[in-house]
């Protein structure tokens, strides 16, 4: 298995919290980061976080800075995202992927391995 799997999502009320998991393959030999996005309804794909493996360094996106915190749970083999103080603008499927080369963190196409996506539905 080389493409991850997300799980966690569901539905929420404004300010409540969720915890997505994303189980990372050890096939992956050539990844150096994984990241979280996400891409609501009629629009883009956009970054939402990720951990680069050298040095466990942590990267946001704007829109998620305090409130999101990406991070390796290694009993599990996951990359975890906790989400608090959800706003229904965060309302989107969610995705996880593997970074196998170098640039800017938020830069898709340096990405691949993509997971199928788990939906996070944020109520008013």
């Known amino acids: 298995q080389v493409q991850p799997v997300e799980s966690g999502g569901g539905l929420v009320q404004t300010g409540g919290s969720l915890r997505l998991s994303c189980a990372i393959s050890?096939?992956?030999?050539?990844?150096?980061?994984m990241g979280w996005f996400r891409q609501a309804p009629g629009k883009a794909r956009e970054f939402v976080a990720a951990?680069?493996?050298?040095?466990?360094?942590?990267y946001y996106g704007d829109s998620v800075k305090g409130r999101f915190t990406i991070f390796r749970d290694y009993t599990r083999n996951t990359v975890d995202l906790q989400m608090n103080s959800l706003k229904p603008e965060d309302t989107a499927v969610y995705y996880c992927?593997?970074?196998?080369?170098?640039?800017?963190?938020?830069?898709?196409?340096?990405?691949?391995?993509w997971g199928q996506g788990t939906q996070v539905t944020v109520s008013s």
């Open positions: 951990l680069v493996w050298s040095g466990g360094v942590p």
């Open positions: 050890q096939d992956t030999l050539s990844t150096n980061a």
């Open positions: 992927a593997a970074r196998i080369r170098y640039g800017s963190i938020d830069d898709l196409s340096l990405y691949s391995h």
